[in-house]
């Protein structure tokens, strides 16, 4: 499990007459990290900085970050920090500048970048990704109703239904492996369990978001 983000993020902010252009990316590479940054760089390529920082790996171990012409310190610094105090993995976030005129010092830039990378971290929303299993669960019709109404109580979603002799569903289980014993006391034990594949996926407050 590691605390990371949902989706790409983007916002835009204002300091005296300065553009601050904050995006983050989910990237699971340094690869996927330097691509991204390459286009970014493209798209705004008449921006006076594009600065960066990134953390990959779940263990965190590869971070990186640049300040791409600002004065050292006060951009790919705070930039990375901010992903240190929150725990971000697997997170690129860049902030693009369009300068307006007004110099804002080291202060001014360090409070800029930090509030750029904050607020494109809450537009990608933050979130966790953690570790389930897709499994098969195959029963008898008899035990249907009862198996829908309890993966509908219990927030777990039908990815797949198959109907032949039997009914097959799948489902993501986690950690939680409770309920398996539910549908073992609805079935009396009659159910099979079959493990398909290892799956990450990202979750909010322990809901999967798919």
Known sequence: MY??????????????????IGHAFFVKSEEEALEILDRIKEEHRSATHNCHAYIIGEDGLTQRYSDDGEPS??????????LKKEEMRNVLV?????????????GGLVRAYTE????????????ERKNFTRTKI??????????????ANENYKII???????VEVTIDIGEDKSILDK????????????????????????????
């Open 138 to 151: 195959i029963y008898d019709y008899t035990f249907h109703g009862a198996i829908v109404n309890l993966l």
């Open 183 to 210: 549908i073992m006391d609805i079935t009396s034990a009659n159910f099979e369990k079959e493990d398909l594949e290892e799956i990450e996926l990202p979750t909010i407050d322990g809901k999967i978001i798919y």
């Open 3 to 20: 605390k990371t983000i949902l989706k790409d993020g983007k916002a835009e902010i204002e300091i005296k007459k300065s553009i601050f």
């Open 94 to 106: 860049i902030v693009t500048r369009y300068f307006g005129g007004t110099k804002l010092g080291a």
């Open 73 to 82: 310190g006060t951009a790919g610094i705070p930039m990375l920090e901010v």
């Open 160 to 166: 797949e239904e198959n109907y032949t002799d039997k």
């Open 116 to 127: 750029g990378v904050v607020r494109a971290l809450d537009e990608a929303k933050r979130c």
